[in-house]
Every structure is written in C-alpha cells, then in structure tokens.
C-alpha cells in the first residue's frame, strides 16, 4: 500500500494527558486554519494527519467532526476530507452578523469605560502600528483581538462569546486582504480604530457605532473584491444601513 502523503506544516501536538487529545488538537488545528497554514482546499489524509500530530485515528476523527460543524472542514461521504473553501456568502453573512453585534455590544460599553480602559486601548493600537511594521501578523492579530474586546466589554458574557465565534470566522478573510496588499493593508484600519476609541472616549454614541459598522464594511468589501469579485453582497450593506439610519422621530421624542 502507497505510503499517505503528509499534511503540509502539521506538527506533533505535545499533550499533557492522552485524554486531553481532542481538545489540544482541535485548537491546533483550527488555528492552523484560521492563520492560513492549512490553505482553502487543502487534503487531509486522515492515516498522515494522525501519525503527524502523535495520536490515535479514534480521536482524530472526532476532532475532525468539531471543525466540520464549524465549517472549517469538509468531509465527503468517502470520508475525504479537505479544509473548506472561502465561501463569500458566509463572508456576507458573518460580517453583517459582526457589524449588527458588535456596534450593540460597543453601545453597551460607552459609559462605562474608565480611565484604565482608555490608557490599555491606547496601549493595544500601539502594539498593532509596531506589529504591522514589522510584519509580526501572530502579535497584530493578538492585539487586534484584545481591542475589540476591550471596546465591547460591556456586553455580557453569551453576546461576547458569539462576538469571539464571529471573529474567529472572519480571521482567515483577513489575511486575504493581509496578502493581496501587504504594503498598506493595516493603514485604513489604524485610522478606522483610533476614530472608534475617539468617539468612545468621548461618550459619542452616533459616531463610535458608524464608525465601526463601516470598519467592519470595509474589511468585508475589500476581501469580496479580491476573492470573488463578481459576488453581490446584500447582508453587509443592509446591516450598515441599519446603523447608518438616524433615529426615529418617535424614539427621540420618547
């Protein structure tokens, strides 16, 4: 029998416990995905992928499983699998879902974002600038994940836990656009997230959800544009038009 050929850039995931298996190697692997090392249509050869991360096949395929539930993966009835394509629709879908929960969360944190806050927002934005001229995209990414936490951490804990989902679905989008420009990619966000802790600092509802409905929009729009430029997206736009439109008459009066 033909020897399987091994899965591009995988390593051994050193485990605590064998029982720990599932979860280190699920969170292995779907960060290998998410940051891009696992590419769009990558073959998983299941007999290789085990004998590369040091574990039995049983846990692998339910590990496997978890990623195919998030749609990380996709598995054929052959029991093929391959790491899913970029799905413009779920690109659509996911940012407006962003754009809707994120200016809500952030909504929820104006008033309540001290002193403490504002130094440690600065601290990140600081942190993002140095990583993007350095081309450190591990530390960018871990900043850039602090900060819009930070800047929406008046939400509760089940809306920041699907906040966190979200972001993780949009992280692999991002370094599409990271690649197709790799000289300014970060410049317009920069700009876009200083403007966000501006108006948060100074209590500027309107501004602070604008602005970050269309930092989200625009992300969204310049990847479209790079991998599937003949796609129409309908959801991003709508949500943005949500947060665009003024306050009714009604509710301004109430």
Same mark, same amino acid.
């Given at each position: 029998?033909?020897?399987?050929?091994?899965?591009?850039?995988? *390593?051994?995931?050193?485990?605590?416990?064998? *029982?720990?298996?599932?979860?280190?190697?699920?969170?292995?692997?779907?960060?290998?995905?998410?940051?891009?090392?696992?590419?769009?249509?990558?073959?998983?050869?299941?007999?290789?992928?085990?004998? %590369?991360? /040091?574990?039995?096949?049983?846990?692998?395929?339910?590990? $496997?499983?978890?990623?195919?539930?998030?749609?990380?993966?996709?598995?054929?009835?052959? %029991?093929?699998?391959?790491?899913?394509?970029?799905?413009?629709?779920?690109?659509?879908?996911?940012?407006?879902?962003?754009?809707?929960?994120?200016?809500?969360? $952030?909504?929820?944190?104006?008033?309540?974002?001290?002193?403490?806050?504002?130094?440690?927002?600065?601290?990140?934005?600081?942190?993002?600038? *140095?990583?993007?001229?350095? /081309?450190?995209? /591990?530390?960018?990414?871990?900043?850039?994940?602090?900060?819009?936490?930070?800047?929406?951490?008046?939400? /509760?804990?089940?809306?920041? *836990?699907?906040?966190?989902?979200?972001?993780?679905?949009?992280?692999?989008?991002?370094?599409?656009?990271? $690649?197709?420009?790799?000289?300014?990619?970060?410049?317009?966000?920069?700009?876009?997230?200083?403007?966000?802790?501006?108006? $948060?600092?100074?209590?500027?509802?309107?501004?602070?959800?604008?602005?970050?409905?269309?930092?989200?929009?625009?992300?969204?729009?310049?990847?479209?544009?790079?991998?599937?430029?003949?796609?129409?997206?309908?959801?991003?736009?709508?949500?943005?038009?949500?947060?665009?439109?003024?306050?009714?008459?009604?509710?301004?009066?109430?």
């Amino acid at each position: 029998m033909p020897r399987a050929a091994q899965v591009p850039d995988i *390593r051994k995931v050193e485990l605590p416990e064998a *029982r720990q298996a599932i979860p280190h190697v699920h969170a292995y692997l779907r960060e290998c995905i998410l940051d891009g090392t696992l590419t769009p249509g990558t073959k998983l050869s299941q007999v290789s992928l085990a004998r %590369q991360l /040091g574990i039995s096949r049983t846990p692998l395929r339910e590990v $496997l499983r978890m990623l195919q539930e998030e749609g990380l993966v996709e598995i054929e009835p052959n %029991q093929r699998t391959r790491v899913s394509g970029l799905d413009p629709q779920e690109l659509d879908d996911v940012y407006a879902s962003r754009i809707l929960l994120e200016t809500l969360a $952030l909504s929820m944190t104006i008033g309540h974002f001290g002193a403490a806050s504002r130094k440690e927002a600065k601290r990140l934005l600081t942190v993002m600038r *140095r990583a993007a001229r350095t /081309g450190d995209f /591990g530390a960018w990414f871990a900043a850039h994940a602090d900060y819009h936490r930070l800047v929406t951490a008046g939400a /509760g804990d089940v809306l920041q *836990r699907q906040l966190r989902v979200f972001a993780d679905r949009t992280t692999r989008y991002i370094r599409i656009y990271q $690649l197709s420009d790799p000289g300014s990619w970060q410049a317009a966000g920069d700009v876009e997230h200083a403007q966000i802790l501006e108006a $948060l600092i100074a209590g500027d509802e309107r501004g602070a959800l604008t602005r970050m409905a269309h930092h989200l929009e625009r992300t969204a729009l310049r990847v479209l544009t790079d991998c599937a430029p003949e796609f129409v997206p309908v959801a991003v736009p709508h949500a943005v038009a949500l947060i665009d439109r003024e306050p009714s008459a009604a509710r301004v009066a109430s």
